[in-house]
């Protein structure tokens, strides 16, 4: 059974630095990419960054230049590095893996970014 557990979140003034991070097991990780998607309130979900099996990444073009994605498969995790926090960066924040056709998610992790 896959299962993706975020953690990281919290309340940070804007500039500040937040690192979240997915935990991953239940199926063998280092063999699918993993994606951060984020959805504010009254907004659609959206995806934020990915990281291929191979470590190949993609980012928005709003968090370009600010966040970084990275994978350790030796502790089955995937990091969200988050730098040069704005307001609208403000949302529930998600973990997720396409495993077996099937599309998982975590329960997300909140982040704040407010003065």
């Known amino acids: 059974q896959v299962q993706l557990v975020e953690s990281g979140g919290g309340f940070v003034q804007p500039r500040g630095s937040l690192r979240l991070s997915c935990a991953a097991s239940g199926f063998t990780f280092s063999n699918y990419a993993i994606n951060w998607y984020r959805q504010a309130p009254g907004k659609e979900r959206e995806l934020v960054a990915v990281?291929?099996?191979?470590?190949?990444?993609h980012y928005a073009d709003s968090v370009k230049g600010r966040f970084t994605i990275s994978r350790d498969n030796a502790k089955n995790t995937v990091y969200l590095q988050m730098n040069s926090l704005k307001p609208e960066d403000t949302a529930v924040y998600y973990c997720?893996?396409?495993?077996?056709?099937?599309?998982?998610w975590g329960q997300g992790t909140q982040v704040t970014v407010s003065s």
């Open positions: 990281i291929s099996a191979g470590g190949s990444t």
């Open positions: 997720n893996a396409y495993v077996s056709r099937k599309s998982s």
